[in-house]
């Protein structure tokens, strides 16, 4: 079994991993909860031995009815890493130097505090996490808005699924997958469209291998040849970033051919005329040209999505991170919305979000233009709705995204930044210029498990409990919203990010709160409508956790969206023009370099790499490269090069791949010591304000064996964190 081919365990792995029954050793508890790394929100069962976890098993039902992935198998003993955090620290005399917790948290709220009074409460700002729980982030949230009086608050979601959740909010009304993991099995197509769930949501790959093996068709469109597509009955090679005009050029076939579903059109939709005369301008010639798909594969790929009974479109960041990214799930919502492909059963535009709790983060309001719940903060209503829940006066301006805030970090006017669970100092684009953001800031506070290279920037850093150390509840990608729970006590004096958060608010003015997740899960029903339905008593009797909207009590939970109509009434058709990448190929950077993931690691590694099990599969990054490519160059498998962007260059080691074509090159972006941030272009969307991160200008250049030996006896390549 190679890494790549890896979709799951496989029966004999699954058994293996169940082991005897726990009831038979004394001394074992099993605990139920959610595995920490993607958002497909697979069931984790953990084997406790006293105060230690000793593996881990899939638990029942959906989405993962059993079955683990690589990393939801080997990945969970970072928890017990001789590198956690235990104890708070302070910056004294340039050292992050060991302290109390109350002195820690004292000191945060009289910063912070003190930059509101003297320069404004726009000059602090929050990031939020999608590593952490719903009700961590209703409360952060909370406390950036009702405590300090700012909405500057955001979360590394911007750097994926910003465009998800404004595009889909904008089309249909909810900005989340429409449909379900499992309702993949049974459709009859499935177009996966800048997504590569193989690696990144293996056990949604394994939904979408079920649908296969009874018969659906699979389209898949992707710059590299992915491990999914050897399913796929049509494989669309684009060009990165021309996404908008090979949807077009489809729905051009689609229209042309009269296969638009027209009861559909004009039962439930608006402004088809304006999309339409868009649409008319994109045939499949032309797409040929900028995408490099040849026009008969445009066509064929059009036909046999619109007729099949039921279509699934799964995307993912491939779509999203792009200069054009929003107008990207606005075109894949368009497609959906002209054959009559959503509100049914196993049909929809299905985003994978990737952080086990991203969806969740922002249906708690963990951004800057809505409260919990998507309520606008600029509408007078919904403000006063909070306002009386909070017993604040909230601020009714729109905040700073991510993106705007670490610029305007650079410009010295976020002067405080409170990070919670992220890692933007390896995250973010351009790492020149975020790593100047940081530590330009008067005072940055890191809320983390591990001193990540944003906490080694921190004047403060505060240690939270782990996923396997707290309660709480996360919401999945298919807006699952489950339980996780502590089975082992906080490693040192860790204490959970809740218990941290509502001691800062409370010494921020808020009073003492509510007194644990409960009660905060019973604030955010009476705040967030979706949620209206849930308590922990409910949850703790759901095994599979339950769908949004939820609105009651006695509601049993949402399977997929709009079935019965949109909320807005209407559902828009949005025109949508292509539009190219903001950075292309030339003279001096003739290749372009897309970034994402691999299978064994996980975003910035700070879990991952500090897996024995994932570690020891793979350390280090490798630029993969077409083998002409490489030949050209004189470059043979596991040489180092450097790759070099107009932002920077790092030393990689090379890896020939067919899956790249001749014009392109790979390098995931979770290894610090050749990080593809140092390279990738922070230029963003300017409706999701998600950055570029798939598309940048780069060469590659062959090192001579002197330069190789001199690195080596540097040791240029910074450690990896010890597995
Ligand atoms: N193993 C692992 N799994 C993860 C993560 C991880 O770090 N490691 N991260 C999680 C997170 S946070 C997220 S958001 C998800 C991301 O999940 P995905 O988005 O599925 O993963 P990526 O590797 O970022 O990229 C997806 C695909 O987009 C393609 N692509 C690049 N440019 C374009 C383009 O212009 N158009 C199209 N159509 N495709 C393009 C890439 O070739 C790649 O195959 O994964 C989650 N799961
Ligand atoms: N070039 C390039 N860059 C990318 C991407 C790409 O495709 N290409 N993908 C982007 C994507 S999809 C994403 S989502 C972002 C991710 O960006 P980040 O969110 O910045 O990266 P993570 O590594 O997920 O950081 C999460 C942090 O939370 C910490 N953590 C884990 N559990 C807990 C907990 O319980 N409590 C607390 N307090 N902390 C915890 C982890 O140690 C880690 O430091 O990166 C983006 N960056
Ligand atoms: S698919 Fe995602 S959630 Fe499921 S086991 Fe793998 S990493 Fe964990
Ligand atoms: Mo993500």
């Not at 209503?381 to 306002?387: F, N, Q």
């Not at 003015?509 to 409960?518: A, N």
């Not at 083998?627 to 030393?651: H, Q, Y």
């Amino acid at each position: 079994m190679t890494p790549s081919q890896f979709t799951g365990t496989t029966q004999e792995d699954r058994e293996d991993s169940r082991g005897p029954s726990c009831s038979a050793r004394p001394g074992w508890r099993l605990v139920e909860t959610v595995c920490p790394y993607c958002g497909a929100g697979c069931r984790l069962r953990l084997r406790v031995r006293g105060t230690r976890l000793s593996g881990v098993e899939g638990g029942d039902g959906p989405p993962n009815h059993g079955w683990l992935c690589l990393k939801g198998r080997l990945g969970w003993d970072f928890a017990h890493h001789p590198d956690r955090l235990t104890v708070p620290l302070v910056r004294k005399g340039g050292l992050l130097t060991e302290t109390s917790w109350a002195e820690a948290l004292d000191l945060v709220a009289a910063r912070l505090s003190e930059l509101v009074r003297v320069s404004g409460a726009g000059a602090v700002a929050g990031l939020a996490s999608g590593k952490c729980t719903n009700e961590e982030n209703f409360v952060f949230q909370k406390l950036m808005r009702a405590g300090l009086g700012t909405n500057n608050i955001d979360q590394c979601g911007r750097l994926c699924h910003a465009a998800s959740v404004a595009g889909l909010t904008a089309a249909f009304g909810a900005g989340a997958m429409t449909n379900s993991i499992d309702e993949l099995a049974s459709a009859d197509l499935i177009f996966i469209i800048g997504a590569n769930p193989t690696v990144a949501h293996p056990l949604i790959a394994a939904r979408i291998e079920e649908a296969c093996s009874r018969g659906a068709r699979l389209i898949c469109a992707d710059p590299r040849s992915i491990e999914i597509a050897r399913l796929a009955d049509l494989r669309l090679q684009h060009l990165p970033g021309t996404d908008a005009a090979l949807l077009n050029a489809m729905m051009h076939v689609i229209l042309e051919e009269g296969l638009a579903d027209e009861r559909f059109i004009a039962g439930r939709t608006e402004n088809f005329e304006a999309f339409q005369a868009v649409v008319r301008r994109y045939p499949p010639e032309l797409a040929e040209v900028v995408s490099g798909v040849p026009a008969a594969k445009i066509r064929e790929a059009a036909v046999l999505y619109a007729q099949a009974p039921r279509s699934s479109i799964v995307y993912s960041s491939g779509l999203t991170q792009h200069t054009t990214g929003l107008a990207n799930v606005l075109s894949v919502a368009n497609l959906a919305m002209l054959t009559g492909n959503v509100g049914r059963e196993s049909t929809g535009v299905n985003p994978l979000l990737g952080q086990v709790n991203a969806q969740g983060a922002c249906d708690m309001g963990a951004l800057p233009d809505v409260f919990p719940g998507y309520q606008p903060v600029c509408v007078p209503a919904s403000r006063e709705r909070y306002e009386a829940a909070s017993g604040c006066q909230l601020p009714g301006q729109p905040g700073l995204t991510m993106t705007e805030i670490l610029a305007a970090a650079a410009r010295g006017e976020v002067k405080g930044l409170f990070v919670l669970g992220a890692n933007p100092a390896l995250s973010a684009p351009d790492l020149k210029h975020t790593t100047h953001a940081l530590r330009r800031l008067e005072f940055l506070v890191v809320q983390d498990i591990f001193l990540t290279e944003t906490a080694e920037l921190a004047h403060v850093v505060l240690p939270g409990a782990s996923f396997v150390e707290k309660d709480g509840t996360v919401t999945s990608t298919e807006r699952r919203v489950q339980r996780i729970r502590r089975a082992v006590p906080p490693a040192g004096s860790a204490r959970s990010d809740l218990d941290i958060l509502l001691d800062l608010a409370d010494r921020l003015g808020l009073g003492p709160g509510p007194g644990g997740p409960d009660e905060v899960m019973n604030e955010i029903a009476r705040m967030v409508p979706d949620y209206g339905g849930l308590s922990y008593r409910r949850l703790d009797t759901s095994p599979a956790g339950i769908q949004w909207p939820c609105p009651t009590p006695d509601h049993p939970g949402t399977r997929y969206l709009h079935r019965y109509g949109f909320s807005g009434g209407r559902a828009p058709f949005s025109p949508v023009d292509y539009q190219g990448p903001a950075e292309h190929p030339d003279e001096d950077y003739p290749l372009i370099l897309t970034t994402g993931c691999v299978l064994e690691h996980s975003q910035t590694g700070t879990m991952s790499r500090r897996s024995t099990g994932l570690g020891g599969l793979l350390q280090g990054a490798g630029v993969e490269l077409n083998p002409l490519l490489a030949a050209e160059m004189g470059v043979s498998d596991g040489d180092p090069v450097r790759v070099v962007s107009r932002r920077g260059a790092v030393v990689a080691r090379a890896i020939l791949s067919l899956s790249v074509g001749r014009e392109m090159v790979f390098l995931p972006y979770h290894f610090r010591e050749a990080s593809a941030n140092l390279l990738t272009n922070p230029a963003f969307d300017p409706g999701a304000k998600t950055p570029e991160l798939k598309v940048a200008a780069v060469r590659i250049e062959r090192l001579d064996a002197a330069t190789i030996s001199a690195l080596a006896a540097a040791g240029a390549h910074e450690k990896a964190p010890a597995g």
